[in-house]
C-alpha cells in the first residue's frame, strides 16, 4: 500500500519560515519524481515546485523562487519543502505528489498539510 505522508505544516507569521516533509512508503521512492502542490480557498490546486528522481533537478513556481527550497532524501524516503520569508498569499493546503518515472506512470498524492500565514 502506498503511502505519502506530509507533516510541518502550521500557522506562522509574515516573514517566518516552515519546513515541509513528505514521507513515503510502500514505493521504490528513487524511481519517483516529487513535487509539492499547494491548495488556496476557491482556487484551483497548483504546482509549487518538483524535484528529479535522483535529487540533480529542481524547478520552483515563479512566486517562490528565491524563497523556498525542494530537497529529498531517497534514503529516509523523504521530501522537503523549505519555506522562507513567507507570505499570506503562501496561505493553503499543500500536498505532496509522487510520480513514477519508469513505465507505467503511477502519480500518488498525500492528504495535504495545512499552512497559515497570518499576523
Known amino acids: 500500500q502506498v503511502q505519502l505522508v506530509e507533516s510541518g505544516g502550521g500557522l506562522v507569521q509574515p516573514g517566518g519560515s516552515l519546513r515541509l516533509s513528505c514521507v513515503a512508503s510502500g514505493v521504490i521512492f528513487s524511481n519517483y519524481r516529487m513535487g509539492w502542490y499547494r491548495q488556496a480557498p476557491g482556487l484551483q490546486r497548483e504546482l509549487v515546485a518538483t524535484i528529479s528522481s535522483g535529487g540533480g533537478n529542481t524547478n520552483l513556481v515563479d512566486s517562490v523562487k528565491g524563497r523556498f527550497t525542494i530537497s529529498r532524501d531517497n534514503v529516509k524516503s523523504t521530501v522537503y519543502l523549505q519555506m522562507n520569508s513567507m507570505k499570506p498569499e503562501d496561505t493553503a493546503v499543500y500536498y505532496c505528489?509522487?510520480?513514477?518515472?519508469?513505465?507505467?506512470?503511477?502519480?500518488?498524492w498525500g492528504q495535504g498539510t495545512q499552512v497559515t500565514v497570518s499576523s
Open positions: 505528489n509522487a510520480r513514477s518515472v519508469i513505465a507505467p506512470s503511477y502519480i500518488y
